[in-house]
């Protein structure tokens, strides 16, 4: 009996320790709160703007564009993550630029609290050596609080299942 009760118990502890899952958020501008945006000057030197995204587990998403390009920057207790240069990189191409509105974040849920632990979005770039095509690659951030870093990307045939793969290294280890 005793064997049998400690059998059943340590099947069941893993579902006590939460579940790896996805939600959704938008950058639509019909959804954001708009902190600057060249569309509302007179003469702007350059397209830009800056909308504050709304997010989960205390994050925030700064949706910012500029001269063509656009990337998400992180925000977390009033500390914001600049990953402009890693996304620029990571694009793998020039004008570099969120291709949707889509913003998946990864993270655990226990009961009806959801903990994120990183990012998945997509970008489009336009292949510098043919101006004419354009490709499309998943960007994965690491959340870490205030230290949100790029993952890594995600391309071709099984990206969406890759993508999250790279994501879930993030997650919080079990003790």
């Not at 989960?56 to 949706?63: D, P, W």
């Not at 001269?67 to 600049?82: H, N």
């Not at 870490?144 to 793969?165: F, H, Q, V």
Request: charged residues 25%.
């Amino acid at each position: 009996m005793m064997k049998s009760l400690m059998i059943y118990f340590l099947l069941c502890v893993p579902c006590l320790a939460g579940k790896i899952v996805s939600f959704y958020s938008s950058t639509d501008p019909k959804n954001v709160a708009v902190l600057s945006d060249s569309a509302l000057e007179k003469e702007p030197e350059i397209d830009h703007f800056v909308h504050l995204c709304p997010g989960y587990g205390g994050y925030e998403l700064l949706h910012r564009s500029g001269d063509l390009r656009s990337w998400i920057d992180v925000r977390f207790q009033g500390k914001t993550s600049d990953l402009y240069g890693d996304v620029m990189n990571a694009g793998r191409g020039q004008f570099v630029h969120k291709a949707n509105h889509v913003v998946e974040w990864r993270g655990v849920r226990e009961g009806d609290v959801f903990t994120p632990f990183a990012l998945i979005y997509r970008v489009n770039a336009q292949d510098p050596e043919n101006p004419d095509k354009s490709h499309t690659t998943l960007i994965v951030i690491a959340l870490n609080k205030g230290d949100a870093k790029l993952l890594g990307t995600a391309s071709g045939k099984n990206e969406d299942a890759d993508a999250k793969k790279l994501a879930d290294q993030a997650a919080p280890k079990s003790e």
